[in-house]
């Protein structure tokens, strides 16, 4: 698991989403041996969110699978694009696939993202209707709230963050790559795992950790007064100053900034902080799913 205690404090600029695209006709098979979700439930119609692990059962990204154009794409951080690529091609050995980052453009979409990419009237109402669509240059999720392709224009992933910290929906950047298994990010609770479909690398651990009941870290929400910059890595505390979990991410809001958190869960009930001394404290918030409170 790599170091992340020497991780820089300096606040980053927006961060990005990009697209790898996996091809040929062994696609299918190259992703189910690697990723946690079930790719025979994938379609296009139903994109999935899904997790990559090491060896370990370590989370090394999450992202959203397309599959678009008889073609798999895979929406990550683009500041971890290279190193997943790069990492990808390793497991195609003689399979009839190839993996190979996309000119083509990820931004996070809204309604109004939407009127001032159609023009079509018949297009615009599709979007009340269907989950996702597809035009010949652009294909639309509307549970992720993402638009890929060619004619859109790189934006700003501020609002989608905040959206997602809001529904419980975890994203990994750069400093907690390779952190967490899937289960301390609520995946098994967000239906972004099958335990059903066979082996997978991490799979063994992963499993082990659902089966056996040994889960003692969840991701949680909360809220703490704004003035503070936090990043994805920070440590979370307790009265002591001793460290009980990781911000996961975190974007300001109005007059408080909104996060995720992986907690012990025994040390739940305690006050949690973002300093050694107590201060920035965080209050608790519901996110629209039930949490196991055993560990």
């Not at 205690?5 to 041996?33: C, E, F, N, W």
Request: glycine letters at 6%.
């Amino acid at each position: 698991m790599p170091d992340h205690s020497s991780k820089a404090t300096t606040p980053k600029p927006h961060r990005m989403l990009a697209a790898i695209r996996v091809s040929g006709a062994d696609r299918y098979t190259l992703l189910q041996g690697q990723l946690t979700q079930d790719m025979s439930q994938l379609a296009p119609d139903k994109p999935l969110l899904a997790g990559w692990t090491n060896p370990k059962g370590r989370l090394i990204c999450l992202c959203w699978l397309f599959d678009w154009h008889n073609t798999l794409w895979l929406v990550v951080p683009d500041e971890l694009r290279d190193r997943i690529t790069k990492r990808l091609k390793m497991f195609v050995l003689r399979a009839d696939a190839q993996v190979e980052n996309s000119s083509l453009l990820v931004q996070p979409a809204n309604k109004e993202t939407l009127n001032s990419l159609f023009s079509s009237k018949d297009l615009l109402e599709l979007k009340d209707t269907y989950d996702c669509f597809y035009s010949d240059s652009i294909f639309f999720l509307k549970q992720a709230g993402l638009a890929i392709g060619s004619s859109v224009t790189a934006g700003n992933t501020t609002s989608w963050r905040l959206a997602n910290i809001r529904a419980g929906i975890p994203s990994l950047w750069t400093e907690t790559c390779e952190l967490f298994i899937p289960q301390m990010l609520n995946l098994d609770l967000l239906g972004a795992i099958s335990f059903s479909k066979g082996c997978y690398v991490g799979q063994e651990i992963i499993a082990r950790t659902q089966n056996l009941g040994r889960i003692k870290r969840r991701m949680y929400g909360f809220k703490v007064p704004s003035g503070r910059h936090i990043q994805p890595g920070d440590p979370v505390y307790i009265e002591n100053g001793t460290t009980v979990g990781t911000v996961v991410d975190a974007i300001p809001s109005d007059t408080v900034t909104e996060l995720l958190a992986v907690i012990r869960i025994e040390l739940l009930a305690h006050s949690l902080s973002l300093a050694k001394d107590g201060s920035s404290v965080l209050k608790p918030v519901s996110l629209p799913y039930t949490i196991p409170e055993t560990v």
